[in-house]
């Protein structure tokens, strides 16, 4: 079936440093693929999304390209900021009817002033 | 601003008793989702409901069911409340038929079961 792997946390960074999410998926066919983030006491957001390969999703300075000869859709921001400190998700919808979205157990970021 | 609003922020609740959390959502959307969020599991679904009056089971559905007898509501109710049903529930919606659509969640609801 579908799944979705990404890196386990705490990732702990310093402000200004790079940041990278691994995230690979295992899919029938073409999903689109997906970030949402959560911030601390909230429910998710979306961050940005792809629907094709080698689409860029992009928000708020992050990016992630949809690989399909890697599976993989991993998150980067050049120079993160204590206010990206969050959880975040990535997530594929395999295009059923039903919407059905799967989502990868989340990576922590803590970014240190 | 669109919502999905969820009824109760936090609850505690005693071992055996009924409970209900309700989902409401002004985006008129046709899909609605219940997860459960879980330390080192993440996010697991529980049900969802592509239509008035339909439901279909996700992949953790026992010991919950659910109701939507309007487009805007989906309840979801556990029958007889167990302590491993200690958890962040969190409802989402989304639009319709597509596999490109994005959800939009409440803020969540945090049930203790003592």
């Known amino acids: 079936g579908n799944s979705v792997t990404q890196m386990e946390g705490p990732v702990t960074l310093s402000e200004e440093a790079f940041l990278t999410i691994n995230c690979t998926y295992t899919?029938?066919?073409?999903?689109?693929l997906f970030w949402y983030v959560q911030y601390p006491g909230e429910g998710l957001q979306l961050l940005l999304k792809a629907t094709k390969a080698d689409d860029k999703g992009s928000n708020k300075g992050f990016e992630a390209t949809y690989r399909k000869e890697t599976t993989s859709f991993h998150l980067e921001k050049g120079s993160v900021q204590v206010s990206d400190s969050a959880v975040y998700f990535c997530a594929l919808s395999d295009h059923r009817r039903d919407d059905k979205i799967i989502f990868g157990k989340g990576t922590r970021l803590h970014i240190l002033p | 601003d669109v919502k999905v609003t969820q009824s109760s922020r936090y609850l505690v609740k005693r071992t055996g008793e009924k409970v209900f959390l309700e989902c409401v959502q002004d985006m008129d959307h046709e899909n609605m989702f219940w997860y459960r969020q879980d330390p080192g599991l993440g996010l697991r679904l529980i049900y969802f409901?592509?239509?008035?009056?339909?439901?279909e089971k996700g992949d953790i559905p026992e010991g919950y069911s659910v109701s939507r007898e309007k487009k805007e509501r989906f309840s979801l109710i556990l029958e007889s409340a167990s302590t491993n049903q200690t958890s962040m529930y969190l409802c989402a919606s989304s639009p319709g038929a597509s596999g490109a659509n994005v959800l939009t969640f409440g803020a969540g609801s945090r049930l203790t079961v003592l």
């Open positions: 409901s592509y239509d008035v009056k339909m439901k």
């Open positions: 899919a029938t066919g073409y999903p689109s």
